[in-house]
């Protein structure tokens, strides 16, 4: 699946590494659990109230393409082709990135950037899901932080007592670090890493979290990762998932951006929304609504 669009001069497009399809979206109880501080019966109040009947997750992996001056960078990769982490029924529904970005005119050999908004497997596993680097002229962006947590004895040490899941995110997060070498570039918050393209703190959900901020002629759009996975955590901001490394620093990020997408009338793209993942915020008393966009 392929969406072009433009914010001002830069040319840009969502392209799907893959969409979960009944019966195989994950349910919101994986998500929303009690352990991330979400009783069952919290979750099935705020279905009930918002007469919401679907209980499961559309769960899609929407990377950003944008070409810049410098050349195409594309925002996160998806899971890759031949991923099996969440079972073989899985693997033929992913791993579509390479063949979106030949169609927009940006194959694999020539990318030349990728920015990571964080390294947990289903935003990095694209880029490295072969052994070799699949985009073998790019550049890799990820902030500073989170290249030194994936890469510190702190997460495999963590992963080792957790569960394969965890497992999976370190490793894949390390192969990419590995791959990259010194194709690898560490960036600060608030840093303009390409032209058109600023980084945004959204730490919380890992070490180095971030959103991506495009602008050019007064125009802006703001990737905003995994800042939230479903319309149910911008009527309940404050709840976490089990994939929360700092569950408060990560509501605190959370309220920020969305109240900044509402006050500054932000376009927003969201990763794992339903294609394309285009929308914007709009304020609900002292929550928030998604408005998503239509063509």
């Keep these: 699946m392929l969406y072009r669009f433009a914010v001002g001069g830069l040319s840009c497009a969502v392209i799907s590494d893959g969409q979960m399809a009944p019966p195989w979206e ?24 918002e007469g919401r009947q679907k209980t499961t997750i559309s769960c899609g992996y929407n990377c950003v393409l944008v070409r810049t001056s410098d050349g195409h960078a ?58 070799e680097l699949t985009f073998p002229e790019a550049t890799g962006f990820a902030h500073a932080a989170e290249v030194a947590f994936w890469s510190g004895a702190a997460a495999w040490s963590g992963a080792a007592a957790a569960d394969s899941g965890t497992q999976e995110h370190v490793a894949s997060a390390r192969e990419a670090i590995r791959l990259l070498g010194d194709r690898l570039r560490p960036f600060d918050h608030d840093t303009e890493i390409l032209p058109g393209v600023r980084v945004v703190d959204a730490v919380g959900h890992t070490p180095g979290h971030s959103a991506v901020l495009l602008e050019s002629a007064g125009e802006r759009l703001l990737c905003v990762g995994d800042l939230f996975y479903d319309e149910l955590q911008l009527s309940h901001p404050w709840w976490c998932t089990p ?41 609900h008393g002292g929550t928030y609504r998604w408005q998503p966009h239509s063509e």
């Design 26 to 49: 994950p349910p919101l109880e994986a998500f929303f659990t009690p352990g991330a501080g979400v009783p069952d019966g919290e979750l099935r109040a705020a279905l009930a109230a």
């Design 74 to 131: 594309v925002i996160d990769t998806g899971l890759g082709a031949r991923f099996l982490g969440y079972g073989p029924l899985i693997e033929p529904l992913v791993g579509r990135l390479g063949d979106g970005l030949a169609s927009a005119g940006a194959p694999a050999a020539e990318l030349a950037a990728v920015v990571f908004t964080h390294l947990h497997q289903d935003h990095c596993r694209g880029a490295t899901w072969s052994g």
């Design 243 to 283: 994939w929360d490394h700092d569950p408060a620093r990560a509501v605190r990020a959370r309220r920020r951006l969305l109240d900044r997408a509402a006050d500054e009338h932000l376009r927003i793209h969201a990763y794992h929304m339903p294609f394309p993942g285009l929308g914007t915020i709009a304020r």
